[in-house]
């Protein structure tokens, strides 16, 4: 069975940083892109980042690219999520995902793990 456990959100405040984490359980990780997507309360969940099978490939929505990084540790089953300069609207839940190819539509991915909580402050 797949398993997708999101860790390290919290509070933070804005300009700080943060590092989300998921940890996979999947056969084959390496076999899956990866995403983060995330919901804030009373709007639909968007697409944040993806990167693919290998990692030579990322993709950022246009909020958050140059402040966010993802990568991945296809050796340990990890995906990463770097934030940087967060700001107040980026508080929502993180999701992470596990799909073919990493695409900004959430219908693209077969595996979702239960979210961590990013609320940024101020």
């Known amino acids: 069975q797949v398993q997708l456990v999101e860790s390290g959100g919290g509070l933070a405040q804005a300009g700080d940083s943060l590092r989300l984490s998921c940890a996979a359980s999947?056969?084959?990780?390496?076999?899956?892109?990866m995403a983060w997507f995330r919901q804030a309360p009373g709007k639909e969940r968007e697409f944040v980042a993806g990167?693919?099978?290998?990692?030579?490939?990322?993709y950022y929505t246009d909020s958050v690219r140059g402040r966010f990084t993802i990568s991945r540790d296809n050796a340990k089953n990890l995906v990463y999520l770097q934030m940087d300069t967060l700001l107040p609207e980026d508080t929502a839940i993180y999701y992470c995902?596990?799909?073919?190819?990493?695409?900004?539509?959430?219908?693209?991915?077969?595996?979702w793990g239960r979210g961590t909580q990013v609320t940024v402050s101020s």
């Open positions: 995902a596990a799909g073919p190819i990493p695409r900004s539509v959430p219908l693209g991915y077969n595996y």
């Open positions: 999947i056969r084959i990780f390496s076999s899956y892109a």
């Open positions: 990167i693919t099978r290998t990692g030579g490939n990322t």
